[in-house]
């Protein structure tokens, strides 16, 4: 995909939604340019795809904790080939420390 194609394709970042935010206040257009509502009694996560200066971005939001996380295309690789270890040991520590 050519970096035109990439800004037609996505979604500006736009302000932060304030910590805590409710998802029933994300926009849902049903189509492919909306966010992906990922949930479970655990954790939810909303998933944007935002054009930047920098390039495309996977905007990753956690309402339940108020952060906020973008990863460009060399950091989602990175995640693709990490043990299930590496996913274990983040789980373990706690969150902001």
């Known amino acids: 995909m050519d970096e035109e194609s990439a800004v037609q394709d ?3 970042a736009g302000p932060w939604p ?3 935010a ?3 206040e994300v926009p849902r257009d049903g189509g492919q340019e909306g966010p992906i509502i990922i949930a479970n009694e655990f954790a939810d ?3 944007t795809r935002v054009y930047t ?3 495309v971005r996977l905007d990753i ?3 339940r904790r108020g952060t906020r ?3 460009d295309a060399v950091e989602l690789d990175c995640l693709s080939y990490q043990p299930t270890e590496t996913f274990s ?3 373990e520590r706690t969150p902001g420390g």
């Open 18 to 20: 304030a910590p805590g």
């Open 45 to 47: 996560v909303v998933v």
């Open 89 to 91: 040991a983040m789980l």
């Open 69 to 71: 996380v973008q990863l």
């Open 22 to 24: 409710l998802l029933d």
């Open 53 to 55: 200066r920098n390039g």
């Open 10 to 12: 996505s979604t500006p």
């Open 61 to 63: 939001w956690s309402p």
